[in-house]
Every structure is written in C-alpha cells, then in structure tokens.
C-alpha cells in the first residue's frame, strides 16, 4: 500500500499550549481516512500543516511524495482542500468563484469553464451558477467550496469538518458526493467530531484528543473496542466509602451524581458480583442498579478521555 500521506510526530505549539503533539500517522492510496475527535482537539491545525497554511513547530510530513516544507508547492498542485471556514468570495456568483480557482491553479481557461460546468452539475448548483454567494444557504455554499476543491481534479481531498451544522439534505448530498469520488479513486481525508459519520463513511479512522492521536484504527473495530466498557449505576440505603466502591473487583472508573454511583468497567458480572458482596459485608442495601447503554457520542468522549496516553 503507498502511502499517499505520512505524518511524523507532527507538532504545533501555540503560546504555551500544545495544540497538536508529535501526531504520527498514514494515510493510504484510495482510502477515505477520518480524523475524528472533539472541539479543540487539533484537527484543523493538523490539517492547516498538512495543506501548507502554517508550517509546523517539529515533525514532518510528506504529501504524495512531496515534503511539506521543502516542496508545498508541487503537493499543492494535487490535492484540494474544502477548509474550515468557507474560502468562496461571497459578493462572487459561484461561476465566478470556480473560474478563479481554476486560475489560481494554473487551468486554462476553457478547460476552467469546462471543469466548473462539470461541477456546478454535480453539486445541484448548476441553475444558481450566476447568484451570488451571499444569497447562498450554508449548505449551497458548502457544496460550492467542495466543488471549487475539485476543480484542478486532485487526487487527495482534505475536508475540514464538511457536514457541520448543515441540514440533513446538504449532509447527505456531501456525503454521497465523498463516496463517489472516493470510488472514482481520490483518497479522503477528513475531519469530523461525529462519531456516527465517521463511523458510515470511513475506511479507517484516528481518533485525536489534546493534540495527541488515541487510537487509529477500521471504525467497527474502535467501536467494538469502546462497547466493551460498560456503566453500571447503582445506589445504596446508606452512605458508603468511595474509596471501597473504587476498589472492588472489576471496577475501572468510579463517578459519583447525586445518591447514585456510576461505576465503567469492562467485565459487568464482575461488578455486579463484588457489589453484592460489598452490600452485603457492609449492611448497606442496594436501593437502584442499573446498566447503562451508552449513546456512541458518550462513549467516543469517554473512550478519548481515558486514551489519554
Ligand atoms: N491560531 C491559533 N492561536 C492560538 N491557539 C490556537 C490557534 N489555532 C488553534 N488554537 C488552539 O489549538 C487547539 C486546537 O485547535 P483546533 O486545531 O482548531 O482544534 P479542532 O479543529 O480539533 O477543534 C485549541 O486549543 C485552540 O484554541
Ligand atoms: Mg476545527
């Protein structure tokens, strides 16, 4: 398998805070990679890096071939990128903002023209093509900007969160648009917060927290990995000692709300055996115990939160 992105302890440091810390990782020919994680996890700055916004503090990372550093240029020339926020000129009509791009990538013009037909045709942009952008919806514009990365036919897609906070309809057209180019061969590589998406469309997936990566892996294994931990929430007619709840068998993490533990561990029938014991050594008797199945969003947070290397 060629690796058409390698990241090596890649490192950006803003003031005194890390925002991205030695993330290593590859990315393969024709595959659709997510890079998954919460709000101020470093996703966009590694992206920033990678598509030569802003040069990393230590680390390197090579693009098709091409280092970073020493070569953005010709990388530039074959990926596109549909960045965070929206990189349209908004008193432009969407013709106007494709034909630029073509300039800004050397097309010439007929083949600019041709090319941005093709795709205002495969966006459903191709009646508004003369409004302009300031009359768009989010999900119009975010369809254009996807176009516009398209339009020198990259082989590598970067796509910073593309779907965030659009409606269920431009969603689903983003989405299905990825599939089809990924299947036309372009390797994808996108970030998201979204488990669930990233989960429907991704060969593999990276999950990041604090600027560290926690786990790179197919997003059905990750899962499965997450689904092992379960929550067991239980309550007692009495006060008990945290301490001696957090050191039964098979307990892993202990949370407390109102009268009720919350107890993580990855084997239930343990727990629920050491806590029937425990009820019973100490005289305390067990008023509620329930075992919880948690949302996949709850169960990404924790799985980041405990990752932490
Ligand atoms: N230009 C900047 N100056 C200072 N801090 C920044 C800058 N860009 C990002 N950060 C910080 O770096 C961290 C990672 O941010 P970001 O890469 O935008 O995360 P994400 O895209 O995963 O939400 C955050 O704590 C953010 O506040
Ligand atoms: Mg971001």
Not at 32 to 42: E, H, R, S, T
Not at 172 to 177: D, G, P, Q, W
């Amino acid at each position: 398998m060629t690796a058409i992105i390698r990241a090596l302890d890649l490192t950006k440091v803003f003031g005194r805070s890390t925002a991205v810390d030695h993330v290593s990782f590859e990315v393969r020919q024709g595959e659709i990679f997510g890079f998954l994680g919460p709000n101020g996890a470093g996703k966009t700055t590694t992206t920033r890096m990678l598509t030569g916004v802003i040069p990393p503090d230590a680390g390197s990372a090579t693009i098709l071939g091409h280092d970073i550093r020493s070569e953005p240029v010709q990388a530039k020339q074959r990926f596109g990128v549909v960045p965070e926020t929206s990189n349209a000129y908004t008193d432009l009509t969407a013709w106007q903002n494709l034909m630029l791009m073509g300039e800004l990538y050397g097309l010439p013009r007929a083949r600019a023209a041709q090319r941005s037909s093709e795709l205002l045709g495969m966006v459903g942009l191709a009646e508004r093509k003369d409004q302009k952008v300031q009359a768009y919806s989010k999900g119009m514009k975010q369809r254009l900007i996807l176009a516009m990365a398209l339009i020198h036919e990259p082989e590598l897609l970067f796509l910073d969160e593309p779907t965030s906070g659009l409606d269920v309809e431009s969603t689903r057209m983003i989405l299905s648009l990825l599939r089809d180019l990924n299947r036309g061969g372009t390797t994808i590589f996108l970030t998201t917060h979204n488990m669930e998406e990233a989960n429907r469309l991704c060969h593999r997936v990276g999950i990041i927290r604090a600027g560290k990566i926690a786990a790179i892996d197919a997003p059905e294994k990750l899962k499965a990995a997450i689904e092992r931990v379960h929550t067991i929430e239980v309550s007692f007619d009495r006060e008990v000692p945290g301490d001696a709840l957090a050191g039964l068998a098979g307990v892993t993490g202990l949370n407390r709300t109102g009268d009720k533990w919350q107890i993580t561990a990855e084997n239930r029938d343990t727990v629920i055996r050491s806590l029937v014991e425990f009820s019973r050594e100490n005289g305390a008797a067990i008023v509620t115990l329930h075992t919880l199945t948690q949302s996949l969003d709850d169960a990404f947070l924790r799985l980041t939160r405990e990752a932490r290397p």
